[in-house]
């Protein structure tokens, strides 16, 4: 069975930001997103980052405003 879309797109953020222990700006991450499939819809895309800190608080931070990194790369 097929994941749903935001679950396709939670998948891709942590792939990225996965290979990025800096962390990613906002607007990269949604142009990482959106290219790595076009068929996601940008409002779909933009729901999830926006959400992101609030579905998964235990895997990501925002060390500043609109920079987003995994906690386990907290120095």
């Not at 933009?46 to 579905?55: F, M, P, S, Y």
């Amino acid at each position: 069975m097929k994941k749903p879309i935001t679950h396709q797109i939670y998948d891709r953020i942590f792939k990225i930001l996965e290979s990025n222990p800096e962390g990613v700006r906002w607007s990269d991450l949604l142009r990482k997103i959106e290219q790595s499939n076009p068929n996601f819809h940008p409002k779909t895309v933009n729901g999830c980052v926006w959400k992101l800190i609030e579905k998964y608080p235990d895997k990501v931070y925002k060390p500043e405003k609109g920079l987003f990194r995994l906690t386990k790369f907290k120095s």
